[in-house]
Each structure stands twice: as structure tokens, then as C-alpha cells.
């Protein structure tokens, strides 16, 4: 299972083989920023890709994702499929997390600075 840590908040999800990132988040918990199409067409789910990398399953047009913005690092959450384990930059106010208990529930850690 590739993990996802959210950073600088530190908190950590477990996706599923194959799951594409922001589908992985919003399943284990996670708002990661008002959502647009969530099919690879607004670009709104643009996030810095810190470590790692990431696949695309489908198709994402050059006008979404430059190949520009590819080499610096970003990626779109809605289509990049981690090939691995993977940090991604979230700015503290992009990112919530939902209680504890249902993180726990949800089987995926729940880390940060007041959790650790």
C-alpha cells in the first residue's frame, strides 16, 4: 500500500494499489481543498510533489499539467497514481483531517506534531 504524507502538518495515509491520490485522501479522511471536476480537466488539485513519484493512469492534457509543471514537481492529484511512496506539500490551511477516532477507524495513521 503506497503511503501519502501531508506535510508540514505530518499526517499520513495508506491508498489502496492503484488508487489515484486525492480519491486515496478523500477515502481515508482527508478535505484537501475545494474539489472542482475531479477527473483531470480544472487543475484545481494541483498539489508540489516533495519525494516520490507518480504515474498517470489516464490521459492528462499538456493544458491541465504542463510538462513544465511536471518537471518542477506538481502534480494532479485527481489522475497521479503513486508508484510508490510519496510526500506531498499541502499548505496547513488546504488540508483537514477528520477526528482521530475516525482516522483510526478509517485504518490510516493520523501523525502530526500534537498526535505523535
Known amino acids: 500500500m503506497p503511503t501519502v504524507r501531508i506535510e508540514p502538518s505530518g499526517f499520513v495515509a495508506r491508498l489502496q494499489?492503484?488508487?489515484?491520490?486525492?480519491?486515496?485522501?478523500?477515502?481515508?479522511?482527508?478535505?484537501?481543498?475545494?474539489?472542482?471536476?475531479?477527473?483531470?480537466?480544472?487543475?484545481i488539485c494541483?498539489?508540489?510533489?516533495?519525494?516520490?513519484?507518480?504515474t498517470y493512469e489516464k490521459a492528462v492534457a499538456g493544458t491541465v499539467l504542463t510538462s513544465d509543471e511536471r518537471a518542477s514537481g506538481t502534480c494532479l492529484t485527481?489522475?497521479?497514481?503513486p508508484a510508490g511512496d510519496i510526500t506531498l506539500h499541502i499548505d496547513i490551511e488546504d488540508v483537514s483531517a477528520a477526528p482521530t477516532g475516525l482516522l483510526?477507524?478509517?485504518?490510516?495513521a493520523a501523525t502530526g506534531p500534537d498526535k505523535e
Request: aromatic content about 4%; glycine content about 18%.
Open 46 to 54: 494541483k498539489l508540489e510533489l516533495v519525494q516520490g513519484e507518480v
Open 104 to 108: 483510526k477507524y478509517l485504518n490510516i
Open 78 to 81: 485527481c489522475r497521479a497514481v
Open 17 to 43: 494499489p492503484g488508487e489515484p491520490v486525492l480519491a486515496g485522501l478523500h477515502r481515508c479522511g482527508f478535505t484537501v481543498r475545494q474539489v472542482g471536476c475531479r477527473r483531470g480537466g480544472c487543475g
